[in-house]
T-cell receptor
Framework: GAGVSQSPSNKVTEKGKDVELRCDPISGHTALYWYRQSLGQGLEFLIYFQGNSAPDKSGLPSDRFSAERTGGSVSTLTIQRTQQEDSAVYLC???????????FGQGTRLTVV | AQSVSQHNHHVILSEAASLELGCNYS??????LFWYVQYPGQHLQLLLKYFSGDPLVKGIKGFEAEFIKSKFSFNLRKPSVQWSDTAEYFCAVMTNSGYALNFGKGTSLLVTP
């Protein structure tokens, strides 16, 4: 597609349930980022994938968070045993390589009730 | 740890007023610098970027930013704002030793008629 696509756009889940968020990057982009955007907190880096290299997971807030990128394209962010503090907008971005501008998707708004 | 500071969290201006949003970063090495904008209900978009060369860079919609290496700053400016500039503005830094874009907490700009 023309841009970064994320699904679902909105997700409401019960506390304790697992959720999966999907990101389709721009075709040909080797770099893929996940960020979390909370009110007043800006964009919090979660994880970064670059080609076939091991991902930079340094931003994941706990071991309940994980992400994978299959075939160097689609990525899934999984949050296990969701907590209310996980409520936020989760943003995915991709770039041609790690030194070029990133293009963002519309985000997935996660609400944990 | 590397950080990005945006000193103005909320700015209110009248149309035609001049705008300057501050951005400072803490990293001594080579950096790539970005300003992103998020209009209400839309995804993050790149306003402008600095990789190298002329430290005064021009972006879309009349925005410009100046990289001052000695001050570790990359302030965003626009001579005359419009109502349509109402948005949230994010400064971001990418270092040559890291991979992730690090964002500031953002500045919310409201332009009144």
């Amino acid at each position: 597609g023309a841009g970064v696509s994320q699904s679902p756009s909105n997700k409401v889940t019960e506390k304790g349930k697992d959720v999966e968020l999907r990101c389709d990057p721009i075709s040909g982009h080797t770099a893929l980022y996940w960020y979390r955007q909370s009110l007043g907190q800006g964009l919090e880096f979660l994880i970064y994938f670059q080609g076939n290299s091991a991902p930079d997971k340094s931003g994941l807030p706990s071991d309940r968070f994980s992400a994978e990128r299959t075939g160097g394209s689609v990525s899934t962010l999984t949050i296990q045993r969701t907590q209310q503090e996980d409520s936020a907008v989760y943003l995915c971005a991709s770039s041609f390589d790690r030194n070029t501008e990133a293009f963002f998707g519309q985000g997935t708004r996660l609400t944990v009730v | 740890a590397q950080s990005v500071s945006q000193h103005n969290h909320h700015v209110i201006l009248s149309e035609a007023a001049s705008l300057e949003l501050g951005c400072n970063y803490s990293y001594g090495g080579t950096v790539n610098l970005f300003w992103y904008v998020q209009y209400p209900g839309q995804h993050l978009q790149l306003l402008l970027k600095y990789f190298s060369g002329d430290p005064l860079v021009k972006g879309i919609k009349g925005f410009e930013a100046e990289f001052i290496k000695s001050k570790f700053s990359f302030n965003l400016r626009k001579p005359s704002v419009q109502w349509s500039d109402t948005a949230e503005y994010f400064c971001a830094v990418m270092t040559n030793s890291g991979y992730a874009l690090n964002f500031g907490k953002g500045t919310s700009l409201l332009v009144t008629p």
